[in-house]
């Protein structure tokens, strides 16, 4: 044995039938693998607040694949050892529900946000943008022919302006 103490239970009539009855020990692995699932899913709209995770949902794959590894070796523990083990009838409830979560997120970020129609009327590399008008860090309105057409404080020529589209659905 591994240094469990382990308690006989007798049924005074049958006593040839007696067998040793043990405390099962919570699969912390099942509830952690959970969490994992639920933390991916959950913290999406945090991760989009940064350019690194905007484009592709890395860090929210790496939390999913970490709850469904523990998921696994849960499901494995509980029906390996299920005498040591809880989980037989939870485990497959919360792998089933950590599949469901992983797959509506992969199907609203890798199918619909993919839906999305193209931007056919937004500029394209090299083309000349339209004239719009925009406040500054000050309030105070910019417009883009201005930048164009007079030199920035302190600069003898204006070369041209850099503008940045990002496109989202947020």
């Known amino acids: 044995m591994d240094g469990r103490l382990e308690i006989l239970v007798v049924d005074v009539k049958n006593f040839a039938d007696a067998k040793p009855c043990m405390k099962k020990n919570w699969n912390w692995l099942l509830w952690v693998g959970v969490l994992c699932v639920l933390a991916g899913f959950l913290t999406y709209p945090f991760f989009?607040?940064?350019p690194i995770t905007r484009d592709f949902p890395w860090a929210n794959l790496?939390?999913?694949?970490a709850g469904g590894v523990l998921l696994g070796r849960g499901l494995l523990r509980a029906f390996r050892k299920p005498e040591l083990y809880r989980g037989k009838i939870f485990g497959p409830l919360l792998a089933g529900l950590g599949f469901l979560?992983?797959?509506f997120f992969a199907y609203?970020?890798?199918y619909i946000?993919?839906?999305l129609p193209p931007a056919a009327a937004a500029p394209h590399l090299g083309q000349k943008a339209p004239d719009f008008?925009?406040?500054d860090k000050n309030g105070k309105p910019v417009?883009?022919?201005?930048?164009l057409s007079s030199p920035p404080d302190g600069a003898t020529s204006a070369n041209g302006a850099i503008l940045i589209f990002?496109?989202?659905h947020w």
């Open 166 to 168: 990002y496109r989202g």
């Open 133 to 135: 008008t925009l406040p």
């Open 143 to 147: 417009a883009l022919s201005d930048l």
């Open 101 to 103: 979560v992983f797959s």
């Open 62 to 65: 790496l939390l999913f694949c």
């Open 113 to 115: 946000v993919r839906q």
């Open 48 to 50: 989009v607040l940064f």
């Open 108 to 110: 609203g970020v890798f």
